[in-house]
């Protein structure tokens, strides 16, 4: 079993920046897709970005602000957060697949194609 676990959040002003990471427990995360999620207070759980052999993909409201990114071997994976905003409030959640390959492409995976999950980091943005 694999365990992912998410750190680097934090409280930030708008317009500031943070950079999660999520790192699996072995040295080498074995997965064609991994993704983050975020969810704020009385919200529903929403994908933020994805990445996979096929590339990355980003929901419309963070492009050109959040680059997702990860190691060879995919032990980590990262969100670099800019110019964030009051919106992007909430728990982030970074998901694998654990090698669980789909006829479909990363960025349309939903929430049930990840088998591995981290617990969250919580991430405050003030204006």
């Known amino acids: 079993e694999v365990r992912l676990a998410e750190s680097g959040g934090g409280s930030v002003q708008a317009g500031g920046s943070l950079r999660l990471s999520c790192t699996a427990s072995?040295?080498?995360?074995?997965?064609?897709?991994m993704a983050w999620f975020r969810q704020a207070p009385g919200k529903e759980r929403e994908a933020v970005a994805f990445?996979?052999?096929?590339?990355?993909t980003y929901r419309d409201s963070v492009k050109g602000r959040f680059i997702i990114s990860q190691t060879a071997g995919k032990k980590n994976t990262y969100l670099q957060m800019n110019n964030l905003t009051t919106e992007d409030a909430g728990t982030y959640y970074c998901?694998?697949?654990?090698?669980?390959?789909?006829?479909?492409?990363?960025?349309?995976?939903?929430?049930?194609?990840?088998?591995?999950w981290g617990q969250g980091t919580q991430v405050t943005v003030s204006s």
């Open positions: 072995r040295d080498r995360y074995n997965a064609y897709c």
């Open positions: 998901a694998g697949d654990g090698g669980h390959w789909y006829p479909r492409i990363c960025g349309v995976y939903g929430e049930a194609d990840f088998r591995d």
């Open positions: 990445i996979g052999s096929d590339g990355t």
